[in-house]
């Protein structure tokens, strides 16, 4: 089967160990070893889809009938949610809490990777509420993998090793401060967001190593898990108290010409939005993952505001790390996936007004 891909920008990370004289605006390159069952990619127009995923409700009592009239409302489809509070939203799909993680990536994340290995930069990322199940979502369990392991082992399945190299980074941005999560003695001030001749925004002195085999892929990304900031708060045992990007860097050599190009895909799990807490150091990383996040949802909803064209407006993706690094991606040279977890199982009125800034978040992303 053929496939049309669009013209889109070669990227190679600057710190990467990859060399690569020739950057150009490259073609696919057909590979021998791609399974024809792999769906054509990603149509231009459709570069962002948006998924709500809902946790799974604790097992209620069949006594407990005064908490079960506590709960809200909520009815779903496989493509909506709705709530007499909040009101009603349409998605690319809507997970319930019984959805396996498979299910979820299959939906939401497998055309993305297969796009990566054709050529495209894509990204998918996990946003919502602490206590929601983004990490959950992002890595999974040994039992029931999530989305970045799922994500491996299918890039290593559709690759040609024959002409494309792969490698990965993986940072966390907490505080407002860049971390190497593969390198984590690297001095957080030589860890500066710069921009590149492609367009993309890269990290200076971010390590970048080349992999060979699923499994070597797999304990970089575990070795970096390991070095995440993760805390206890009282809404989770272990939340992560940091912005967690991985990016998977494809580099296809067109055997025609002997040119070289770079697809990125990275896959972000978002630290959790939550009120102040009682604590200092909590408090203060909550400040900073709050003004983040809120940065992160101004751009969204001026990109999807239909009074004036994203393009004569100023877009402040300046205002934090986490939206200057993701500026590729949702300035539309990039396919996203979105994947907004909710629990709309609690009943604290916090927790109701956390799930109704997730959903409308989420519907101005699917405005975009």
């Not at 690569?20 to 021998?32: C, D, E, K, N």
């Not at 709960?71 to 909040?86: A, E, G, I």
């Not at 054709?118 to 996990?126: E, I, L, N, R, S």
């Not at 393009?311 to 993706?317: G, V």
């Amino acid at each position: 089967m053929a496939y049309r891909t669009p013209r889109r920008s070669a990227l190679l990370s600057p710190n990467s160990s990859i060399s690569s004289p020739h950057l150009h605006h490259a073609r696919r390159v057909s590979t021998s070893s791609a399974p024809t069952d792999r769906p054509p990619s990603p149509p231009s127009q459709a570069t962002i889809t948006v998924s709500v995923r809902l946790k799974p409700a604790p097992s209620i009592p069949t006594n407990s009938s005064a908490q079960q009239q506590q709960q809200p409302q909520w009815t779903f489809t496989p493509t909506s949610l709705s709530s007499p509070d909040v009101g009603a939203f349409t998605f690319d799909h809507v997970f319930d809490g019984s959805a396996t993680s498979r299910a979820v990536y299959d939906a939401t994340a497998r055309s993305l990777v297969h796009a990566a290995v054709d050529g495209y930069h894509a990204t998918v990322f996990a946003y919502g509420m602490t206590g929601t199940g983004k990490t959950y979502s992002m890595r999974g369990i040994p039992s029931s993998p999530g989305i970045i392991p799922l994500a491996i082992s299918d890039i290593f399945a559709q690759t040609s090793f024959a002409t494309t190299t792969i490698s990965v980074s993986y940072l966390e941005i907490y505080n407002e401060r860049v971390r190497d999560l593969l390198n984590p003695a690297t001095p957080h001030e030589t860890l500066k967001l710069q921009d590149t001749q492609s367009g993309i925004v890269r990290v200076s002195n971010l390590r970048c190593v080349r992999v060979t085999t699923v499994q070597e892929l797999r304990d970089y990304i575990s070795q970096g898990d390991a070095a995440r900031r993760t805390e206890g708060t009282e809404y989770n045992a272990v939340s992560s108290r940091s912005h967690a990007v991985v990016q998977i860097f494809l580099e296809k050599l067109d055997s025609t010409t002997a040119l070289t190009s770079t697809s990125v895909l990275s896959l972000c799990d978002l630290a959790g939005s939550e009120r102040a807490a009682a604590d200092a150091e909590r408090r203060k990383e909550g400040a900073y993952i709050n003004r983040s996040l809120l940065a992160l949802g101004t751009i969204i909803s001026r990109l999807s505001s239909p009074q004036t064209p994203a393009s004569e407006q100023h877009i402040p993706y300046r205002d934090s790390k986490l939206t200057r690094l993701l500026q590729h991606s949702l300035s539309g040279n990039a396919l996203v996936a979105m994947l907004c977890t909710v629990d709309t199982a609690a009943t604290t009125r916090h927790a109701g007004a956390e799930t109704a800034n997730t959903l409308r978040f989420a519907a101005r992303a699917k405005n975009i």
